[in-house]
């Protein structure tokens, strides 16, 4: 087995004992729990004490995907700059490799903010007030 | 992997359960002491001396109470929902370094680690959420999951930013390149990044915001959603829940301390060691406390565009800075 592989044995040692620590709370409070009765009232979703009306799984404002797919756009940006970031130093040193690592990928960055801007101006981020005008 | 290896890890994530228990356990009572010194009254004091044994009773009636799982939820996934936010908090413990040598496991990939299992979060909210099949619940994941993922992006840009000075993501290096006195800490190191403060605070209201403490704490916002997506939890459920919303603020505040704060470093120099650690990070979370019980909630939208049309720019703009500030220095 590579060393690379091995280093992770014990995480994943770690991920099994974590998932049996809290499972066995919950196991435990299901053991320890009171068997009390169960009667309808106690099994509707809670609304405040009034019976609940109209679905629970409404309809969502489109903002929440908007706001989502714009998420998906930056966290991809942000893994690739991860690895960019962490050779950084050592490539600016390089007078070869130095101007390429910095131009790229600060135009990679400037690209990414242009399209910021246009999704600003959009009004992708207004909620509320500007958007019901 | 020797036998001697696996036997000091499996003590280790004997000693990572116990600390993420203890933790929640006393952090509760002590929240509940902090915000009862901040409102002048005295807080928890009947069970035990001075309120100190509340946490067990505590444990004991959430452990008593009656699982309930709502017919009309989503039975697998309401009770997947409360493994999957206990999970990350203590995986992520288990490669921040608590000292020199008190770690679980020191990996090149300490930081993405971190932040990789930190990003689950949101998945258990969003599951806890929508398995409820109540009204409340699902309005919380749906700002939940939205605030997360606003404020996810400025903290990585600005881990980003860091990592570009420090040109490591193991977290033992990163602590190693601060020793010195305290102004060798990453928060004042004013030559790697003239914005360094402003960059620390950004990480701090992002760590705040994902772990979705007051002011930003839209998933459980008593007075307009009940407990929020927790709302249908009973028992131990939710305490599981509560549990791991401390266990996330240690992990938390201990990576605030680890990039910004000099780690396990003393601040004079001399005699590092694990006790420093426990301070600067207590310090933190009480700060993570003190802020709870100052600032009132902000309103949602108010909290997606600090987000969006603050902290990101703000963010994207020290890394460009930070960039320009490395080439012009090193040319």
Same mark, same amino acid.
């Given at each position: 087995?590579?060393?690379?592989?091995?280093?992770?044995?014990?995480?994943?040692?770690?991920?099994?004992?974590?998932?049996?620590?809290?499972?066995?709370?919950?196991?435990?409070?299901?053991?320890?729990?009171?068997?009390?009765?169960?009667?309808?009232?106690?099994?509707?979703?809670?609304?405040?004490?009034?019976?609940?009306?109209?679905?629970?799984?409404?309809?969502?404002?489109?903002?929440?995907?908007?706001?989502?797919?714009?998420?998906?756009?930056?966290?991809?940006?942000?893994?690739?700059?991860?690895?960019?970031?962490?050779?950084?130093?050592?490539?600016?040193?390089?007078?070869?490799?130095?101007?390429?690592?910095?131009?790229?990928?600060?135009?990679?960055?400037?690209?990414?903010?242009?399209?910021?801007?246009?999704?600003?101006?959009?009004?992708?981020?207004?909620?509320?007030?500007?958007?019901?005008? | 992997?020797?036998?001697?290896?696996?036997?000091?890890?499996?003590?280790?994530?004997?000693?990572? &359960?116990?600390?993420?228990?203890?933790?929640?356990?006393?952090?509760?009572?002590?929240?509940?002491?902090?915000?009862?010194?901040?409102?002048?009254?005295?807080?928890?004091?009947?069970?035990?001396? %001075?309120?100190?044994?509340?946490?067990?009773?505590?444990?004991?009636?959430?452990?008593?109470?009656?699982?309930?799982?709502?017919?009309?939820?989503?039975?697998?996934?309401?009770?997947?929902? *409360?493994?999957?936010?206990?999970? *990350?908090?203590?995986?992520?413990?288990?490669?921040?370094? @608590?000292?020199?040598?008190?770690?679980?496991?020191?990996?090149?990939?300490?930081?993405?680690?971190?932040?990789?299992?930190?990003?689950?979060?949101?998945?258990?909210?969003?599951?806890?959420?929508? %398995?409820?099949?109540?009204?409340?619940?699902?309005?919380?994941?749906?700002?939940?999951?939205?605030?997360?993922?606003?404020?996810?992006?400025?903290?990585?840009?600005?881990?980003?930013?860091?990592?570009?000075?420090?040109?490591?993501?193991?977290?033992?290096?990163?602590?190693?390149?601060? %020793?010195?006195?305290?102004?060798?800490?990453?928060? !004042?190191?004013?030559?790697?990044? *003239?914005? &360094?403060?402003?960059?620390?605070?950004?990480?701090?209201?992002?760590?705040?915001?994902?772990?979705?403490?007051?002011?930003?704490?839209?998933?459980?916002?008593?007075?307009?959603?009940?407990?929020?997506?927790?709302?249908?939890?009973?028992?131990?459920? @939710?305490?599981?829940?509560?549990?791991?919303?401390?266990?996330?603020?240690?992990?938390?505040?201990?990576?605030?301390?680890?990039? !910004?704060?000099?780690?396990?470093?003393?601040?004079?120099?001399?005699?590092?060691?694990?006790?420093?650690?426990?301070?600067?990070?207590?310090?933190?979370?009480?700060?993570?406390?003190?802020?709870?019980?100052?600032?009132?909630?902000?309103?949602?939208?108010?909290?997606?565009?600090?987000?969006?049309?603050?902290?990101? *720019?703000?963010?994207?703009?020290?890394?460009?800075?930070?960039?320009? &500030?490395?080439?012009?220095?090193?040319?």
């Amino acid at each position: 087995m590579s060393p690379e592989f091995s280093q992770y044995i014990p995480i994943g040692m770690l991920i099994v004992i974590a998932i049996a620590f809290s499972a066995g709370l919950l196991v435990m409070s299901t053991l320890m729990g009171q068997k009390g009765r169960r009667p309808a009232i106690k099994d509707t979703a809670y609304e405040c004490g009034m019976l609940p009306i109209t679905p629970a799984h409404g309809r969502f404002s489109v903002k929440f995907y908007v706001v989502a797919m714009l998420f998906v756009l930056f966290d991809i940006e942000v893994v690739f700059l991860y690895p960019w970031a962490v050779v950084f130093k050592s490539l600016l040193k390089d007078p070869q490799t130095g101007p390429l690592i910095f131009t790229s990928m600060l135009t990679f960055i400037g690209i990414l903010f242009v399209g910021f801007i246009y999704a600003l101006k959009k009004g992708a981020f207004d909620w509320g007030t500007r958007a019901k005008q | 992997m020797s036998l001697s290896e696996l036997l000091r890890m499996l003590v280790y994530v004997v000693g990572v &359960m116990a600390f993420v228990g203890l933790n929640a356990a006393y952090l509760v009572l002590a929240e509940r002491k902090g915000a009862g010194r901040f409102q002048r009254r005295p807080g928890p004091t009947e069970v035990g001396y %001075a309120g100190w044994l509340q946490p067990v009773a505590d444990g004991v009636k959430l452990l008593c109470k009656q699982l309930i799982v709502p017919p009309g939820a989503d039975a697998a996934l309401f009770r997947l929902a *409360p493994l999957l936010v206990m999970i *990350p908090a203590m995986m992520s413990l288990a490669v921040i370094p @608590f000292s020199e040598t008190l770690v679980g496991r020191n990996i090149n990939v300490g930081l993405v680690f971190v932040f990789a299992f930190g990003a689950i979060n949101v998945m258990a909210v969003m599951l806890s959420g929508w %398995a409820s099949r109540n009204k409340y619940a699902i309005i919380s994941a749906a700002r939940v999951v939205s605030q997360d993922v606003a404020y996810e992006i400025p903290m990585l840009l600005v881990v980003i930013t860091m990592l570009m000075a420090t040109g490591t993501m193991n977290l033992h290096e990163i602590v190693q390149q601060q %020793a010195g006195w305290f102004w060798h800490w990453n928060l !004042f190191r004013l030559d790697l990044n *003239p914005l &360094m403060p402003v960059t620390f605070i950004i990480f701090f209201t992002c760590m705040l915001a994902e772990t979705n403490r007051a002011p930003f704490d839209m998933a459980e916002a008593e007075s307009e959603l009940v407990a929020g997506a927790f709302t249908e939890y009973a028992g131990m459920g @939710f305490g599981v829940f509560f549990m791991a919303e401390y266990a996330n603020i240690v992990v938390g505040c201990a990576m605030t301390t680890l990039l !910004f704060l000099g780690g396990w470093q003393s601040p004079f120099g001399v005699g590092s060691g694990v006790i420093w650690f426990l301070l600067k990070m207590y310090a933190v979370v009480f700060t993570v406390i003190w802020v709870r019980w100052t600032f009132p909630r902000t309103q949602f939208y108010n909290l997606l565009n600090l987000s969006w049309k603050i902290l990101i *720019p703000l963010s994207l703009f020290t890394l460009i800075l930070t960039a320009v &500030m490395m080439k012009v220095l090193r040319a």
